[in-house]
């Protein structure tokens, strides 16, 4: 009997910062957001194809990283529907902390355990602002290259700070990793929408190589 042939080829962590400059309304819209994403056409598709595993993470300050969705299997598009309306009603379990990027990445390297058998593996990390707090999130890459994940972000806009240009210089690693602009809260549905679906894809020419 020959051996079966492995089946989750993407392993998915979703990130999201819910530190002190987020706001109610900014979280709820994060949160709708990524239900939002996954029930696109283009990306459910995908999710079922690769037969995906899909998990969340909530991070803030230095010792405030919880994965409060833990690995689920995408199987079907009812998988797909299931886990985001699971999403929806994740309840935010901190406000008021500080920025901890390196930290939050730490925390989802060891998540990757648990799914070590998933062919491709990416973190998708959300943020508002730069890393205020913690480890520096630039020496997380090594970790996370050996590891083999790939850390994309997208980087909500809310001031002149650049951080699209800080999340390229200190946080993405990985081959073919990239950042998405958000210019605010109020386009991050519509751009968080084009990340997963450029990420969930990504293996045509992935396997393709």
Same mark, same amino acid.
């Given at each position: 009997?020959?051996? %079966? ?48 595993? !899909? ?14 969705? %833990? ?9 797909? *529907? ?8 994740? %309840? ?5 902390? =500080? ?5 939050? *990445?730490? !925390? ?17 990390? =959300? ?7 913690? *480890? +520096? %999130? ?12 790939? !850390? ?16 390229? +210089? ?40």
């Amino acid at each position: 009997m020959g051996v %079966p042939a492995q089946a989750c080829q993407f392993a998915l962590l979703l990130a999201v910062d819910v530190s002190g400059s987020v706001d109610r309304d900014e979280y709820r819209i994060q949160m709708d957001g990524l239900a939002h994403a996954l029930r696109d056409g283009i990306v459910a598709d995908a999710l079922v194809e690769q037969e995906a595993h !899909v998990a969340l993470v909530q991070w803030t300050g230095a010792t405030r990283q919880k994965q409060t969705i %833990p690995w689920t299997r995408i199987a079907s598009y009812g998988d797909v *529907l299931a886990l985001a309306e699971e999403i929806e009603n994740d %309840p935010r379990i901190w406000r008021n902390y =500080s920025t901890a990027i390196g930290e939050a *990445l730490a !925390v989802s390297r060891k998540a990757f355990a648990t799914v070590a058998h998933c062919t491709r593996k990416v973190v998708d990390v =959300s943020g508002d602002g730069v890393s205020n707090e913690g *480890l +520096e %999130p630039a020496g997380q890459r090594g970790p996370l290259n050996e590891a083999g994940i790939t !850390v994309n972000a997208i980087a909500i806009e809310t001031d002149d700070t650049d951080l699209t240009a800080y999340f390229f +210089e200190n946080v993405i690693t990985g081959p073919g990793a990239f950042v998405v602009t958000a210019q605010g809260f109020e386009d991050y549905p519509e751009q968080i929408k084009r990340k997963l679906q450029r990420e969930t894809i990504r293996q045509v020419t992935y396997y393709a190589e």
